[in-house]
Nanobody, 124 residues
């Protein structure tokens, strides 16, 4: 059983930064591809970033490329999302997700494990 718990959300002004954390349980975390998704009110859930469970390669949505960085610490069993130059359009609930293998994907239905989410609000 894999459990994911997000933290680090909050209220920030436009142009500011936040770092989200996703703490995981489970012995096979280091081999799993992990991702961040987000869902704004009235909108569909969308892919934000993903990281491979094998070579650490990363993938980003065009809307966050150059501003967000996904990383992982396999000793701490934690994945991070560093968010810089935040915009009001980044306001959403951010969810951590994990696959059952090392290959990252952008589709939410490819991920088996989900956290409860953490709220990020960016004021203008």
């Amino acid at each position: 059983q894999v459990q994911l718990v997000e933290s680090g959300g909050g209220l920030v002004q436009a142009g500011g930064s936040l770092r989200l954390s996703c703490a995981t349980s489970g012995r096979t975390f280091s081999s799993y591809a992990m991702a961040w998704f987000r869902q704004a009110p009235g909108k569909e859930r969308e892919f934000v970033a993903a990281i491979s469970g094998s070579d650490g390669s990363t993938y980003y949505a065009d809307s966050v490329k150059g501003r967000f960085t996904i990383s992982r610490d396999n000793v701490k069993n934690t994945v991070y999302l560093q968010m810089n130059s935040l915009k009001p359009d980044d306001t959403a609930v951010y969810l951590c997700a994990g696959r059952g293998n090392s290959r990252p994907r952008m589709a939410e239905n490819e991920y088996y494990y989900w956290g409860q989410g953490t709220q990020v609000t960016v004021s203008s």
